[in-house]
């Protein structure tokens, strides 16, 4: 099935037809289905803006029949044709089930308000992130740095990444392993130098000596 590339900026989204595109709406340079198609006023041919511009910037005849001074127009019917046309959502492969009209497309997808629950969007708490849209509510719940955390020793509340590496060295719950590696085990920061003045594997100054 012939494919067009979508206009969201991103190059991996192609977008399969249903049904093969009839050949009319090929562009006659890159032979692909025809995206914002312009029609020259020479001889009817259609191609793609992009592909037609450099055409146009460089002053060079019309790529299908030669006439040198090339002059075109948007084809809307055109358009609105290929935007009529079925297609299946870029994501299927990662089990996207929509189908409906290329003109639909950026709806679909769109990162704010779209539908599809496959395309990656970004985390709304701003960590930088991006996560398919299915995955965003157990983004923010448990993986993102940004998200709302209280220390597991104290009731500090801030980000997890604040709480984990700032207030964690300075917690004065956090707990701590003894240096003496006693039987003890951990010990609260804010107790830490008590134990030690107890600990039975403390090394102490002999009074006699």
Same mark, same amino acid.
């Given at each position: 099935?012939?494919?067009?590339?979508?206009?969201?900026?991103?190059?991996?989204?192609?977008?399969?037809?249903?049904?093969?595109?009839?050949?009319?709406?090929?562009?006659?340079?890159?032979?692909?289905?025809?995206?914002?198609?312009?029609?020259?006023?020479?001889?009817?041919?259609?191609?793609?803006?992009?592909?037609?511009?450099?055409?146009?910037?460089?002053?060079?005849?019309?790529?299908?029949?030669?006439?040198?001074?090339?002059?075109?127009?948007?084809?809307?019917?055109?358009?609105?044709?290929?935007?009529?046309?079925?297609?299946?959502?870029?994501?299927?492969?990662?089990?996207?089930?929509?189908?409906? =009209?290329?003109?639909?497309?950026?709806? !679909? +997808?769109? #990162?704010?308000?779209?539908?599809?629950?496959?395309? $990656?969007? &970004?985390?709304?708490?701003?960590?930088?992130?991006?996560?398919?849209?299915?995955?965003?509510?157990?983004?923010?719940?448990?993986?993102?740095?940004?998200?709302?955390?209280?220390?597991?020793?104290?009731?500090?509340?801030?980000?997890?990444?604040?709480?984990?590496?700032?207030?964690?060295?300075?917690?004065?719950?956090?707990?701590?392993?003894?240096?003496?590696?006693?039987?003890?085990?951990?010990? =609260?920061?804010?107790?830490?130098?008590? !134990? +030690?003045? #107890?600990?039975?594997?403390?090394?102490?100054?002999? $009074?006699? &000596?």
């Amino acid at each position: 099935l012939k494919m067009a590339a979508s206009e969201l900026g991103n190059a991996d989204y192609e977008w399969e037809f249903i049904e093969p595109p009839a050949a009319d709406f090929d562009c006659e340079m890159c032979h692909n289905v025809l995206r914002e198609p312009f029609l020259t006023t020479c001889c009817g041919s259609h191609f793609c803006q992009a592909c037609v511009d450099p055409v146009v910037k460089e002053g060079k005849p019309c790529p299908s029949c030669g006439e040198g001074e090339l002059t075109m127009i948007l084809d809307k019917k055109t358009r609105r044709k290929i935007f009529s046309l079925d297609v299946r959502c870029p994501m299927w492969r990662r089990g996207c089930k929509w189908v409906g =009209e290329l003109g639909d497309r950026s709806d !679909h +997808l769109d #990162e704010k308000d779209g539908d599809c629950q496959f395309v $990656d969007v &970004s985390c709304s708490n701003a960590c930088g992130g991006r996560v398919q849209r299915r995955e965003l509510p157990t983004h923010l719940k448990q993986a993102c740095p940004k998200r709302a955390y209280v220390c597991d020793y104290c009731p500090f509340e801030a980000t997890f990444d604040v709480v984990t590496t700032q207030h964690w060295p300075v917690c004065g719950y956090f707990p701590l392993p003894c240096p003496n590696k006693c039987d003890v085990g951990r010990v =609260e920061r804010q107790n830490l130098e008590q !134990h +030690l003045k #107890e600990c039975s594997l403390q090394e102490v100054e002999c $009074d006699f &000596s």
